[in-house]
């Protein structure tokens, strides 16, 4: 590597959202990008390679959707802008729930385009060498196996079939065990394992907060989309230098669509309306305001009153009962921590159906049908 490369990562856009709008999130994204890019002057002297981590789309979308016109425009001008810059763009498939592999539109784009972006798809755990910035990157999916540890296992065989024992960069979909909670029980990978086998930075999305941990780059979602989300919203931006050395730093999208909690609990009418008229007298158009307080609050019987104030703003309403607690922003995580998902995919549905077909099934019978099932899901994906 004779060069700097300079890395973007940055991942849970959810386009086709039902509260932000598609549109709102694809001018943050240019809006953030534009302004960052206008620091390259000498583009020689650097690569440029931008990561999309996964939950690029918030769900499946049709052509009778606006939503889906909006996301082909915006990947067109994403495409182009990454062609003046002269930037790769590498994507990682995310929550398959969320994205259902619909971010190789832009690979058919790109190539109907004639764009010639250098662009690449990762659907399946990967690792690519890149010979342009001569570094190994490791792309691992969301729920590629029913278990992590099954996933790292599959990692260190990559490794060792690429004749290598680290990579440069990892860019994953999913949380490491220092995400959540101890009690969470979704599946979590192992971050001592990755930071073993990795040597600069990993990136990892699905989890929308921030966070660092030691080289591990949580970026978080580039926007806003529901409520508990008031941190800081943007992209991770690390520089690898060809003396070996890194640098990271947050880029902040301060466009970010704004959802915002006032709690009332305890207060008259008079005083609720005071304070959330002084909250919300400065904040801009198409923002997210939800209250809270208890159950029996009058301000649930009529809400007409904050409409007509800010009729602009998109007004929520969330009764707490008695006993309940209201979480601070600091101990709320928006992860589903208190079941076990049942990942359905792929590589796991096999598994996941022997038992049962082995209850009345010859082996040869069992292997037949997942043949079967193998095909009729590769078809329908």
């Excluded at 996941?352 to 209850?359: C, F, G, M, N, V």
Aim: one cysteine or more; proline letters at 4%; glycine letters at 2%.
């Amino acid at each position: 590597m004779n060069k700097k490369v300079a890395n973007y990562f940055f991942s849970d856009v959810h386009m086709a959202h039902n509260v932000t709008p598609t549109a709102k999130i694809a001018e943050e994204i240019m809006e953030v990008f534009t302004e960052e890019f206008k620091k390259y002057l000498d583009l020689d002297a650097q690569v440029i390679t931008i990561y999309i981590g996964g939950d690029f789309y918030d769900r499946l979308v049709n052509l009778s959707q606006i939503e889906s016109y909006e996301v082909d425009v915006f990947i067109f001008k994403f495409l182009r802008f990454c062609k003046k810059y002269n930037a790769q763009l590498r994507i990682l498939e995310g929550t398959p729930s969320h994205d259902w592999k619909q971010s190789r539109r832009f690979e058919l784009i790109n190539e109907e385009a004639k764009l010639e972006v250098d662009l690449k798809y990762f659907d399946t755990l990967s690792i690519e060498y890149n010979d342009v910035t001569d570094l190994y990157v490791l792309y691992v999916p969301d729920e590629w196996e029913e278990n992590p540890e099954e996933t790292l296992s599959q990692v260190k065989d990559l490794l060792i079939a690429n004749n290598i024992d680290k990579v440069d960069i990892a860019v994953m979909h999913g949380n490491f065990e220092y995400q959540l909670p101890e009690i969470a029980k979704a599946p979590k990978h192992n971050s001592e394992e990755y930071l073993k086998i990795v040597k600069y930075v990993i990136s990892i999305g699905h989890i929308h907060v921030y966070s660092t941990f030691e080289r591990i780059f949580a970026q978080g979602s580039f926007s806003r989309i529901s409520h508990g989300e008031e941190d800081p919203k943007g992209m991770v931006h690390v520089d690898i230098f060809p003396d070996g050395t890194f640098k990271a730093a947050f880029i902040e999208n301060k466009s970010a669509t704004i959802f915002k909690t006032l709690n009332v609990t305890n207060m008259d009418m008079d005083t609720s309306f005071a304070f959330i008229a002084s909250n919300v007298k400065d904040l801009p158009m198409h923002c997210n305001v939800r209250i809270t307080a208890e159950h029996n609050h009058p301000i649930f019987s009529d809400k007409m009153p904050l409409v007509r104030h800010r009729p602009d703003i998109r007004w929520t309403m969330k009764p707490v009962k008695k006993d309940d607690i209201v979480l601070d922003q600091e101990s709320f995580m928006d992860v589903e921590s208190n079941y076990v998902p049942v990942l359905i995919t792929p590589q796991t549905i096999e598994k996941q159906l022997r038992p049962y077909l082995e209850r009345t099934l010859s082996e040869n019978e069992i292997d037949r049908a997942n043949r079967l099932l193998v095909g009729l899901i590769n078809d329908v994906l």
